[in-house]
């Protein structure tokens, strides 16, 4: 059960009480020595291999970042996480995959998907796709793409020296939820726009979240405005959402003081959305 779901059911349930603070979960997860020693028995070509394909992995990360801080829409991991490695057909007609590019740059020329690939792949370090992409005026033409495991960027990321970057505490969320939070608020009783865009309804609103794993956060939801019964539907604050900004605001402006929820007073509280349902 994630962290968030017992601190929001507790908040939600026991409004006067604090919320406790939960041990940390033991995780299970291999040690940086044991990582360090993945990495010291790759040669030098497939060491090369796991830095590019990392490294690329980590573009493709900060690129649905920076569209979230934007306002967008970022993919779903699954489908930015695999990435390109090689198209089998004349490079001075299709060019060459980022990763290749960045292999060509390190001195590697071949096609990018030969046995350190599959020493790679049976360390667990990465995971192959092989499939047909139409090109035009190629037609059909081979490809293999590649995604990192978990396991791979671990190892990559000890040897390497990067550090990952670590989201906010629980029951924090992350920057861009807490904007579209902040923005329904803001609207008061007039609400937003029932096509408000993106996944980030889906983690906020009373219900399931998308991996239909966990219960959503319940902070806004989809109804009519208040006194209507029918015409378009418009997101609201719950009043579990509103508390949730007035617990945490002085530390959501810490983490990201470009989004101002300085203007949401606790005393409209009672004129805000409707008591969450269950």
Sequence with gaps: MPERVVMDAWRRTRPADVVPVLPERAVKKETSAAQQQVWDALNGRQR???????????????????????????????????????????PELVGHTRIQSRLRQAGVHDPGAGSSVAALERRGLVVTYRDRV??????????????????????????LGVDREKGPPPPLMSRWLWRILVRVALAGSEGVDGSLAGRGPHFLAV??????????????????P????????????????????????????????????????????ETWGRPQRA
């Design 134 to 159: 139409h090109v035009q005026g190629l037609g059909e033409v081979r490809r293999t793409r590649v995604e990192l495991t978990r396991r791979g960027r671990a190892v990559a990321r000890q040897a």
């Design 48 to 90: 090369t291999y796991l830095t590019c394909i990392f490294q690329q992995d980590q573009e493709a990360e900060e690129d649905q970042r920076h569209r979230r801080r934007l306002g967008g829409t970022g993919r779903r991991a699954v489908e930015w996480r695999r990435m390109d490695l090689a198209l089998y057909a004349p």
């Design 226 to 269: 208040d006194g209507a019964e029918h015409g378009p539907y418009r997101w609201f604050v719950t009043e579990s959402g509103l508390r949730h900004i007035l617990d945490h605001r002085d530390t959501y402006r810490e983490l990201y003081p470009d989004v101002d929820a300085g203007r949401i007073a606790p005393s409209r509280q």
């Design 207 to 224: 219900g399931r979240s998308p991996g239909g794993k966990s219960p959503s956060r319940g902070f806004i939801e989809l109804r009519h």
